[in-house]
């Protein structure tokens, strides 16, 4: 992907205006729509994109029903049949009591294989209704309307669905593609500081691993994107499922390693979050962290020097974002990195990167190594 | 299909010899082995089949676990890490809290994408095992070695899982295609007469959807299938394994219509077992049954003569096979028949026949006919 078009000028999406990508999937392809301040032309659009609608199940976040489930509610109930599930916030809610639950309640609302799942909120909404969705009847359709910045750019594209384990996250899932994507940016303005900020972590690891142009562009755009200016956050948007699109596209189910590549900081990241307790740090700045470890780890190793380290950790803190985490504690992280996904036969594996614009998945049972990596973030 | 090959003279298949055909599915397609007598070999085949096996997940019903498991997990040990859970008889064990256990023990003995599950049982462990094995990590491997006359013809080919919800059975699950299929008729000699008969009626069930010459054949040998004789037996279930593989070639995922031939009897059959509670009668007698309710309806619609019913009735009571329920209650199961997910849009769909060895799906909303169809049946 080397892109620039990003990088022109004037602003490409005043109030209203939309812009478009499709994930290139064959039959299971479909649109994403990034739109600004147009919640109210939802329910058209996604009549449009699926014609035959008469029941919806509108799966949606608590803490965003008021604001943005009710009106779909109303929307989508004009024409047909319309049910609303919500879900309590917070990662509690990726439980298979939760799972239960909704796949009780499809049934209860006579769901069959024609309805389709509307899952409204962030990552937890998305992946669980997403689950649901794969598997109910074997199968029906799913649209994503991402809420926050971390689910637009990433869980909300790309088909990963699924639920956590009392003994780890995302263990359990499925790939299950939606039929549509829509991010409005509105409903950015209802999600506070610290969200919005961990989803940056996500919107920099795209930069790092694939588009040194759009680096730079962040770097020269980091206070409109921390002042949540409308414009300059939909073109990071529009981009960043761009690259994800094209990823997923090469590599739909993880197979081939190219897709793995999105998991940047993610092998540390995610055992931060489970060392930390879940909810200490919000996903995006254990990525963030992550990330911070992972380019020491690849400095130790050669792979980049210090100007990579420098810039990314300068980027993450003028987002708000943490690189360093005093607690971190290597006996503790590493036992639940060797249960991450990408272990293969024992041996782990790590995303790093030779240069801003390119990472690789590299193979590495140095625990020296990663150990100091961990201590250097301290 | 019209295959009159299983017609032809002599054992096909003596002690230790096989038979083998391939679902074609472009790159999920996989092999069926047929065998007589030679459990011994299957650890070798499994292994041929999946050069790479070094992790293997036997999930076993705890009544065959003895005589058939044991040889496998020490088998599987001598070259690899083997592990053994076993699922207690019978249907509740397709439930959410046997997935979750299954999910939790997965995890525990340190499954990764590289370890194969291998279901053990009927098809209540097929199918369970399937969909943990369709969603642990977004899915792993999956062999199935089905130990039941009805898995063995039905639930182990065509890559149909999943669990039931207390409203419903099969409500949930995933289309996960297996790895390999291997089927020994010796494992038939540990199941309860019982079970083996409702095995009989999905054999039957081929004949009427698909294959008259098959269903003469079975005519002139109901009474070796009933006495259990090896050829006779293995000779059936590859001729059922092959019309379901063609089937299943042509609509994997129940899109086009075609694969829901399969389901003749069952929208009744699944209503008879829901509304009798579950464990009153074995599914194969449930679809015997409903089955009868089929051929009824569609006689009443003018579709078939009353040679089919006879046909159809004679040989299922030579298979010992009930075509009657003198407590069948159409208020009860009509409501039941309304959420099978052959249902669109709240009109119900049966598969119902036009000669013996041809059935089409037909939408029926004449509450009296399908009233007149069960009552015929008490």
New interface residues.
Partial sequence: MNDTDHLTGENRLPQGRTDELRVELGGRGYPIIVQCDAWDSVVNRVRQSLPDL?HTLVVCDEAVRQRWGNPLVEGFGETGRCDLFTVPSGEPSKS?ES??RL??WM??S?A???SVVIAVGGGVVGDLAGFAA??????IRLVQLPTTLLSMVDSSVGG?T?IN????KN?????WQPSLVVIDTATLRTLDDRGYRGGLAEVIKYGLIEDADFFDWLEANADHLLARRDDVVARAIMTCCRIKAAVVADDE??TSGRRAILNYGHTFGHAIEATAGYGVFTHGEAVAIGMAMAARLARSLGRIGDEFVARQDVLLTACGLPTRWPEADPQAMVPVMK?D?K???ALLRFVLPTRIGHVELVACDSLPEIEAAILACR
């Fill in positions: 008469t298979l799972l239960g796949w009780d049934l209860a006579g069959d294989r024609r794969a598997t109910y009847a074997r199968g990963k699924g384990l009392a003994g780890g263990l359990v899932g499925a790939f189910r993880e249960k996904k272990v293969a036969h």
